[in-house]
């Protein structure tokens, strides 16, 4: 019996993780595109698309996404779902890259961004792959704070985004992407705040979002948004970028979906998105997340516009719920 007919494993109070509950599955199923029936954008705009990335991506209609988003499996042996990836030399798995992001760059327009995300074993063969066809703008290091850590080696806490774009003209929206900090030196000039503002629940200032993310939590089991998906991406993370590199309608690409946080995220933010997952457990996890997202657009870490530094506020989102 497969997992989502499974009956549900009796969670703690507090443990939100998203499962599929006996009887949803065949539900949630009529609303997935599956690769093989997709002819066109239209069929698969605003769906999970259930289907290899390879076949997909050779149906999608050239020159239509804004931003893609690419989380592909790293350069590891593990097992995602019913799929599994083995570790590759360094060359092979340059290769494997190059066999799908050659399939992406006729989808997206001139003016679009891609993000790429691997650790520090990939870098160099994520960087030369993806610089044949794309002007590389800049590394973004997150921190991945989860987990006990090595015992004989330094605990990996972080992981890295690539950020590159088609061409030099492209979209970035500097004020969306603010981070919102504590002022601990709150400085007044005429006795006004000086590049700071006063609030009921403390000082804060908007700064200038850097390659340095801090302010991210991993999805664990007090969170509405976490799935039992082992490389589940947070949708503050994709927030930052979408919110970032797109504008309200524009498209989104997302090849290697997952639980499906790209496509939550988009719809929550007003995007469009094509979603592509092989394993179709995890894609009717993200249908079930994009019917939760019509009646729930909060995104934990994001409130009235603004991106919060981690652990600095008591969101409302989190308050009602």
């Not at 030369?128 to 290091?141: H, V």
């Not at 970032?244 to 309608?249: E, M, Q």
Request: hydrophobic share 40%.
């Amino acid at each position: 019996m497969s997992t989502a007919l499974r009956k549900a494993k009796v969670k703690a109070p507090r443990n939100r993780t998203l499962e599929l509950m006996p009887g949803e599955a065949e539900a949630l199923r009529k609303s997935i595109v599956f690769g093989g029936e997709m002819k066109n954008l239209s069929a698969g705009r605003n769906k999970i698309v259930c289907g290899d990335a390879f076949e997909v991506l050779g149906r999608l209609p050239e020159a239509n996404f804004d931003l893609l988003f690419a989380d592909p499996p790293y350069n590891l042996t593990k097992a995602f779902g019913k799929e599994a990836f083995r570790e590759k030399t360094l060359a092979d798995y340059g290769e494997w890259l190059d066999s799908w992001l050659s399939l992406c760059v006729p989808l997206l327009k001139p003016t679009a961004s891609i993000y790429l995300c691997g650790d520090w074993r990939s870098g160099s063969a994520i960087e030369a792959a993806a610089s044949k066809y794309f002007k590389l703008q800049n590394r973004i290091t997150w921190e991945r704070e989860k987990g006990r850590g090595a015992k004989a080696n330094w605990k990996n806490a972080a992981e890295d985004i690539w950020f590159f774009t088609v061409s030099d003209k492209f979209t970035f929206d500097l004020d969306a992407a603010k981070l919102r900090r504590k002022v601990l030196a709150p400085y007044k000039e005429s006795g006004e705040p000086k590049d700071w503002i006063a609030d009921k629940d403390g000082n804060y200032r908007d700064t200038h979002p850097s390659n340095i993310w801090t302010d991210i939590s991993v999805p664990f089991w007090s969170m509405p948004e976490n799935t039992d998906h082992p490389t589940q991406k947070p949708e503050k993370l994709l927030a930052k970028i979408i919110l970032a590199s797109t504008n309200a309608g524009d498209r989104v690409l997302d090849p290697f979906a997952g639980s499906g946080t790209t496509a939550v995220v988009a719809k929550k933010l007003g995007r469009d998105f094509v979603a592509i997952e092989s394993d179709e457990q995890y894609c009717l996890l993200a249908q079930k997340r994009l019917e939760l997202a019509e009646t729930d657009r909060s995104i934990q870490g994001f409130e009235d516009g603004v991106f919060w530094e981690r652990n600095s506020r008591n969101l409302a989102a989190d308050k009602r719920r």
